[in-house]
């Protein structure tokens, strides 16, 4: 009972968590296919697409970082170990199934909310 609810939970935070995201659907259909880079998110073109507004490649690496924090996403691995490219993971499977046909947008509030949950998780 207890893992059902932590499972709910992380689902939850996952979901709000997106929506607080720059990138749209598009972006984690591509992931269900195969794996990306922050480069490839970051260049214009197909990557516009992929995306709500233009990105660093730092600053889709950061957002990588936190979805994987989050259990959304994962390292690919190779040979060699592990590459800058990433995967979904079988709940950002399971997130992406109860998900709409794009991914919805936070509002300001929700943004604030979920930047302050993201860079100060714990406040006093």
């Known amino acids: 009972m207890e893992a059902l ?3 709910h939970r ?6 709000r968590a997106l929506a607080c995201l720059p990138f749209r659907r598009a972006f984690y259909d591509s992931l269900r296919e195969g794996s990306l ?5 970051a260049r214009g073109g197909p990557a516009a697409e992929l995306c709500f507004a233009p990105l660093s490649a730092d600053q889709a690496e950061d957002h990588f970082l936190w979805l994987i924090r989050l259990g959304v996403l994962r390292r690919e691995v190779d040979g060699q170990g592990l590459t800058g490219r990433v995967r979904l993971t079988p ?4 997130l992406l199934d109860g998900l709409p046909a794009e991914v919805p947008r936070a509002g300001p ?3 604030l909310r979920g930047f302050c949950s993201r860079h100060r998780p714990r406040l006093p």
């Open 5 to 7: 609810l932590s499972d």
């Open 10 to 15: 992380a689902l939850l935070r996952a979901r």
């Open 37 to 41: 880079a922050a480069g490839s998110v």
């Open 91 to 94: 709940m950002g499977r399971q």
């Open 109 to 111: 509030w929700r943004r």
